[in-house]
């Protein structure tokens, strides 16, 4: 193995760790941890047993990565933490791992930032291109789709759903399901429009975006029951793609959707 790990560095002998990956000083690498090539770890980063991290992630400064839940059912029981490739997790970052009350593990996808403080809880499932602004927080078993962004000090209860594309304002606090494309503001949190600068920033057409207005105004402008509106919204799907992501979400809300 390449690489280089600091002579301050305490690593589990059962550890596994890829080429050119770098630890800083004073880390902790647990037993059963596997750190993929190329990935970085910063001074007094922890990352704790039975995680599993990608390539190419870069771990900041006294980060706590796959400690145990934050969970009082918790008893010790061999859960995991499971990272994707090319993540940035900044410094006081803490991701926990999973618990037996759900799958067990803890999932982040691909190309994430983690700024700090932020926090993921148990048995969460991350995306791909998701932004974690300072302080944010999610709670145990919320699922995040690909790109939602999050703002400071922004929080999400457990058991939430967000899709994708979606943007929660600083200090928002989610307790119900937030759909895709939909920008979330508030406490509770309450629908405000389309995350229309996002999308033109992804390269949505200004079609595709004048389509996903009209969708939002038909789940929260028409006066429409859920039902009717799912209707609608099923209805404009079918020549413009873009929507079926709202109609996908929907079913799956098992918190009831922000209004």
Request: proline residues 5%; contains cysteine.
């Amino acid at each position: 193995m390449s690489g280089s790990i600091h002579a301050t560095a305490i690593v589990a002998p059962d550890a596994i760790l890829g080429e050119d990956v770098e630890i800083g000083p004073y880390c902790v690498i647990g037993p059963g941890v596997e750190i993929g090539t190329r990935t970085r770890v910063g001074a007094h980063a922890s990352i704790h047993c039975h995680t599993k991290v990608g390539a190419d992630n870069v771990i900041h400064a006294f980060a706590s990565i796959g400690d145990a839940p934050q969970d009082k059912k918790y008893k010790g029981e061999p859960t995991r933490l499971e990272i994707g490739d090319r993540n940035v997790i900044r410094e006081f970052v803490t991701l926990n791992r999973g618990t037996t009350k759900d799958r067990g593990v803890t999932t982040i996808g691909n190309d994430n930032l983690f700024m700090s403080y932020s926090h993921v809880a148990h048995d969460c499932n991350v995306g791909n291109q998701c932004v974690l602004a300072n302080c944010s927080t999610l709670g145990g078993h919320v699922v995040l789709g690909d790109w939602v962004i999050m703002g400071g000090f922004s929080g999400v209860h457990q058991f939430c759903k967000v899709g994708a594309h979606a943007f929660l304002a600083n200090n928002a606090a989610v307790t119900r399901d937030v759909p895709p494309y939909v920008m979330a503001v508030g406490g509770p949190a309450k629908p405000h429009s389309i995350n229309a600068e996002g999308l033109k920033r992804r390269g949505f057409s200004p079609q595709q975006i004048r389509n996903l207005r009209n969708a939002y105004r038909t789940l929260y402008r028409s006066g429409l029951r859920l039902e009717d509106a799912v209707e609608r919204l099923t209805e404009a799907a079918k020549d413009q793609p873009e929507v079926q992501l709202l109609v996908d979400f929907i079913p799956q809300s098992t918190r009831s959707l922000v209004r």
